[in-house]
Nanobody
Framework: QVQLVESGGGLVQPGGSLRLSCAAS????????MQWHRQAPGKQRELVAT??????IYADSVKGRFTISRDNAKNTVYLQMSNLKPEDTAVYYC?????????WGQGTQVTVSS
């Protein structure tokens, strides 16, 4: 069993930056594929970024602006978001997967507005 707790969301002006964190409980954190997803009001949840071992993958909409990273010693995955746009407004969720197991955090709200 893995519990995920996101933090770092908030209100930011367009062009600003935020860093989201997702702290995981349990063991074998380094073996999990970690992802950030987001869901805007009235829209489907979408995959934003994935980190697995040394590989990272990004949605086209955030490439060059967002960076996913992880610190296995701290059981934490991060999402550094820069040059934020109003369309980045959403609830951001952390997800951990390994084989058939999948866990989600409760989400953190990010609002980009002037």
């Amino acid at each position: 069993q893995v519990q995920l707790v996101e933090s770092g969301g908030g209100l930011v002006q367009p062009g600003g930056s935020l860093r989201l964190s997702c702290a995981a409980s349990g063991s074998a954190f380094s073996r999990y594929v970690m992802q950030w997803h987001r869901q805007a009001p009235g829209k489907q949840r979408e995959l934003v970024a994935t980190i697995s071992g040394g590989f990272t993958i990004y949605a086209d909409s955030v490439k060059g602006r967002f960076t996913i990273s992880r610190d296995n010693a701290k059981n934490t995955v991060y999402l550094q978001m820069s040059n934020l746009k109003p369309e980045d407004t959403a609830v951001y969720y952390c997800r951990a997967t390994m084989d058939l197991l999948s866990y989600w955090g409760q989400g953190t709200q990010v609002t980009v507005s002037s």
